[in-house]
């Protein structure tokens, strides 16, 4: 399933994510929901600005973090804290986190917020032939990490309040899925596939009807299939 706001919020995607924590399928899910939510998108360029304002400030002056070692002792877990054998390697971790954000993860967002942000074309493939027709699969023909759209139409029925799309590999592995309302099934329905979200090979759009809350959790009625393959061009 993609990750929406909530999921966003309670796994603290944000912060793992200028942190370099978040990996993976979650980091690609995050991305993807950041480059629509607008809430997201601004966290992310307020964090990245701050790890950027952070490396500026310890570049510029770096004897602003030992100064605190050589403040009077505090008590407790602080002064602890504060003794240089735990504050100088902190200080070196926290030094190397800010320059691997401020060389490799910063100048990512920046680039994918800017991508986000601006009018681009987007190639887009059609399945909607092949679920009529029954034609061959449609052969997806995009450069390396190029972001494309899939097309396709659901025919309506109204005993389903909602459908699944669901993109599997032709072994059966889940990519990823997401949820049209019976309201958005009424026009031709464009799927956004995130760059590099599949790599080159074989796979089948399998789309569900769900009708009442209760088949959501068994997977719901199949409604259409629809198989494609995607190419990398050279």
């Not at 002064?79 to 926290?94: E, H």
């Amino acid at each position: 399933m993609t990750m929406n706001h909530s999921d966003a919020v309670r796994l603290k995607a944000t912060e793992q994510y200028l942190l370099g924590e978040l990996r993976g399928r979650l980091r690609d899910d995050f991305e993807e929901h950041f480059m629509s939510c607008g809430e997201c998108a601004a966290d992310v360029k307020a964090g990245a600005a701050f790890i950027e304002s952070a490396r500026r400030a310890l570049r510029l002056d770096p004897s602003l973090a030992v100064e605190t070692v050589r403040e009077p002792a505090r008590a407790g877990w602080l002064a602890a804290l504060l003794r240089p054998a735990i504050a100088v390697p902190a200080l070196a971790v926290l030094l190397a986190v800010v320059c691997y954000q401020g060389a490799v993860t910063i100048p990512r967002i920046e680039s994918q917020l800017a991508q986000a942000n601006s009018p681009r074309t987007l190639p887009g493939f059609s399945l909607i032939a092949a679920n009529s027709r029954g034609e061959s699969p449609v052969v997806v023909k995009v450069q390396p990490g190029q972001a494309f759209a899939l097309y396709l139409d659901i025919r309506p029925d109204p005993s389903f309040s909602l459908y699944t799309c669901e993109v599997e590999s032709v072994t059966g592995t889940p990519e990823f899925s997401l949820q049209v309302s019976a309201r958005e099934a009424m026009n031709t329905v464009q799927i956004f596939v995130p760059p590099a979200r599949l790599t080159p090979g074989s796979y089948v759009m399998i789309v569900r009807g769900i009708g009442v809350p209760q088949e959501a959790r068994s997977g719901g009625a199949e409604v259409m299939r629809s198989h494609f393959s995607v190419e990398y061009q050279k």
